[in-house]
Every structure is written in C-alpha cells, then in structure tokens.
C-alpha cells in the first residue's frame, strides 16, 4: 500500500478507523524530510496492514500545532486510536522496523490500563 496524504479533514477517522496508523510529518524545504520519504514510502509496501499517512504541515499548520509538533520529521504512531510512538528525526530503514515491530507487538490491554487515571483504578 502506497502512503497517502492525511488530512484535518480525515484524521481523526484514519487514526480511529484502523488498526495502526504511522503519520510522518514533513515539509517541502525540509532536507531530513526528503531523506526519510523513501524509506517511509518502501516500508508501506512491505506492511500493507499498515495506513502510512504523510502530513505537510505547510498545509496543514493548524493541525501540527494541535499535535504540537516542533520538529520535522515527526513519526507518529498510533494503534486502535491510541498514540503509542511520537519522535523527532529521519529514522533509518531498519530504525522504521523497529518501531513498526515494536507497535505491531504491543500488549494493548495493558497499554489501555495505563491509560485509566490512579484514583479509577
């Protein structure tokens, strides 16, 4: 599966609506940010189970200061609707697989439980 362009129209429903979700947020001028593409664009087809979704926040400057972002490239990840990565900086080839392995093998329960505040636990 080819990346697709993420949206604020659309993202919340592409975080929500599927399992694992990576969103890398770039920008045109950004060196790191060209570097990374292709590493990002090969890694969507070697895990078409994955949505990989590329946010320019150029055009979408609203939405990267909702999500705080401070520094280009980001990666975000996210799994049934919960964010579980967020980093700054051009991640290698097998930096990407790392993280991917490491989503895809996540205990959500206990990723959930984590999430419940102390006093209603």
Do not use: Y
Request: glycine share 8%; charged share 20%.
């Amino acid at each position: 599966m080819a990346t697709r362009t993420v949206t604020a129209a659309d993202i919340q429903s592409t975080v929500t609506d599927n399992d694992i979700v990576l969103l890398d947020f770039w920008a045109s001028w950004c060196g790191p940010c060209r570097g990374f593409a292709p590493v990002f664009e090969e890694a969507s087809s070697k895990h078409p189970d994955i949505v990989f979704g590329k946010i320019d926040t150029e055009a979408e400057q609203a939405l990267a200061g909702q999500l705080r972002i401070t520094s280009i490239p980001t990666l975000m990840a996210f799994r049934e609707g919960i964010l579980v990565f967020n980093q700054a900086g051009a991640l290698p080839a097998a930096g990407l697989e790392q993280v991917i392995e490491g989503v895809k093998g996540l205990d959500m329960e206990q990723v959930r439980s984590q999430l419940v505040p102390a006093d209603q636990a």
